[in-house]
């Protein structure tokens, strides 16, 4: 069964950092892309980021691009989404998604308030 699990949201001022984990499990990780997926209140889903699963490549949504790192460590199913220079729009929960046969998370609430 593939499972996603997020955890370390929280609330942070503008201009803070959180770090996001995803552990993975059901599934070989290593051979899959990776995405963070964010929703905020009274919006649709937005694609933030995504990581290759062999190569590492990495791309992001312009919006976050210069403040927020994805990465992933194979060896133990885990992706990252390092977030800094957090702004009030980035408040969302935020998913992880193996985008191949649709699987996501629960989600972890990030909040940017002062």
């Known amino acids: 069964e593939v499972q996603l699990v997020e955890s370390g949201g929280g609330v942070v001022q503008p201009g803070g950092s959180l770090r996001l984990s995803c552990a993975a499990s059901?599934?070989?990780?290593?051979?899959?892309?990776m995405n963070w997926v964010r929703q905020a209140p009274g919006k649709g889903p937005e694609w933030v980021s995504s990581i290759n699963g062999g190569s590492g490549i990495t791309t992001y949504v312009d919006s976050v691009k210069g403040r927020f790192t994805i990465s992933r460590d194979n060896a133990n199913n885990i992706m990252y989404l390092q977030m800094n220079s957090l702004k009030p729009e980035d408040t969302a929960v935020y998913y992880c998604?193996?985008?191949?046969?649709?699987?996501w998370g629960q989600g972890t609430q990030v909040t940017v308030s002062s």
């Open positions: 998604a193996r985008l191949v046969s649709g699987y």
């Open positions: 059901g599934f070989t990780f290593s051979n899959y892309g």
